[in-house]
């Protein structure tokens, strides 16, 4: 079993960054996919990043070029870097793992709140 936790999300002006990060127990995360999703009010939960255990990384085509995912396996522990931030990034930030190559991530954390005032 794995449990995740995010924090630092909050407020920040367009054009500001923020780094989030997915604290794990439970299990080492490097043995993980890690990827991270959000959900705007109104709106469906939509993909944001993954890093898989060999290091590929995917992004969407809104994080591109300015998300960045990462991972600390010392400290069990996966970040979002998030720059150049704009209005429609506002949303909750989940953090997610799973444990197979491939499927349904089977672990998520608990969300943290992303607002951008433009």
């Known amino acids: 079993q794995v449990q995740l936790v995010e924090s630092g999300g909050g407020l920040v002006q367009a054009g500001g960054s923020l780094r989030l990060s997915c604290a794990a127990s439970g299990r080492t995360l490097s043995t993980y996919t890690m990827a991270w999703f959000r959900q705007a009010p109104g709106k469906e939960r939509e993909f944001v990043a993954s890093?898989?255990?060999?290091?590929?990384?995917d992004y969407s085509d809104f994080g591109k070029g300015r998300f960045t995912i990462s991972r600390d396996n010392g400290k069990n522990t996966a970040y979002l870097q998030m720059n150049n931030l704009l209005s429609e990034d506002t949303a909750v930030y989940y953090c997610?793992?799973?444990?197979?190559?491939?499927?349904?991530?089977?672990?998520w954390g608990q969300g943290t709140q992303v607002t951008v005032s433009s």
């Open positions: 997610a793992a799973r444990a197979k190559m491939l499927g349904s991530y089977e672990y």
């Open positions: 890093r898989w255990t060999g290091g590929r990384t």
